[in-house]
């Protein structure tokens, strides 16, 4: 499986349409709906990071047990 909850997962595919928008739409794009959506998800990012970091830490652990 993917190494991602399943909460944050939701919030991945929303973050990804929501960059679709500003890529395809940058000209019509309200600023202050762009800062007003990453100031309340800021922490989404950090969600992600850490989630990041445990599935690398899990998978480091794993590749020095099968080297020992």
Do not use: A, P
């Not at 500003?22 to 990453?38: A, N, P, S, T």
Request: some cysteine; overall charge positive.
């Amino acid at each position: 499986g993917f190494f991602f909850d399943k909460k944050l997962g939701e919030k991945i595919k929303d973050m990804n349409g929501f960059r679709n928008i500003l890529v395809h739409r940058y000209g019509q794009v309200d600023d202050e709906i762009v800062y007003r959506i990453l100031s309340i998800r800021l922490n989404d990012f950090y969600d992600f990071e850490k989630q990041v970091d445990r599935y690398l830490e899990l998978m480091c652990t794993k590749w020095n047990k099968r080297s020992t």
